[in-house]
T-cell receptor, first 119, second 115 residues
């Protein structure tokens, strides 16, 4: 149980276009989802925390107008990179926060990640 | 100050040898501690976690970790590694922030298992 999927797994786009990444919790309801960014050979950097039905909370230094997050349901959160530029190229990972499920208290379950390349 | 510190960026080891990946945490994170593994081009998979209770925690794939409050450590161990254990390992601690919790990750340790 506690599976999180991401789509697409890999995307290449032209500079100036927008890209949407979906994060789904497949077998549990995630009231909270997190979005991370990972640079090559680096750790995960938390970008924002997304709660179902409310505005996302962005970490300091993350442009909320560039990285739009929507958490419309308990199983789906989306990250839209608007007007993407080459410096936005990265590995984006989401996680679903599972609270109260037997033996999985207070644990984040991660998606497989999305590799974004902006040309 | 960094909240979770992984002391080794890379750990090379021969197959079937024991391994220890070190992790120390600071008081800015709670003692809810986690180890995750990341294989190339994949997301993170939970290996094990410590929330309370027994200080020796057993996880998947033969890994275990010991919570040591006096040394503020949560080192990951495996008595005999396999080639397939080659991956990036992340230690993380939970930090409560105004109604929600977030994970603070260490910089990661690259485990390279050689035949």
């Amino acid at each position: 149980g506690a599976v999180v999927s991401q789509h697409p797994s890999r995307v290449i786009c032209k500079s100036g276009t927008s890209v949407k990444i979906e994060c789904r919790s497949l077998d549990f309801q995630a009231t909270t989802m997190f979005w991370y960014r990972q640079f090559p050979k680096k750790s995960l950097m938390l970008m924002a925390t997304s709660n179902e039905g409310s505005k996302a909370t962005y970490e300091q230094g993350v442009e909320k107008d560039k990285f739009l997050i929507n958490h419309a349901s308990l199983t789906l959160s989306t990250l839209t990179v608007t007007s993407a530029h080459p410096e936005d190229s990265s590995f984006y990972i989401c996680s679903g926060y599972l609270v109260g499920y037997p033996n999985t208290t207070d644990t984040q379950y991660f998606g497989p990640g999305t590799r974004l390349t902006v040309l | 100050a960094q909240s979770v510190t992984q002391l080794d960026s890379q750990v090379p080891v021969f197959e079937e040898a024991p391994v220890e990946l070190r992790c120390n945490y600071s008081s800015s994170v709670s003692v809810y501690l986690f180890w995750y593994v990341q294989y190339p081009n994949q997301g993170l998979q939970l290996l094990l976690k410590y929330l309370s209770g027994s200080t020796l925690v057993k996880g998947i794939n033969g890994f275990e970790a010991e919570f040591n409050k006096s040394q503020t450590s949560f080192h990951l161990r495996k008595p005999s590694v396999h080639i397939s254990d080659t991956a990036e390992y992340f230690c993380a601690g939970r930090k409560a922030l105004g109604g929600y919790n977030k994970l603070i990750f260490g910089a990661g340790t690259r485990l390279a298992v050689h035949p």
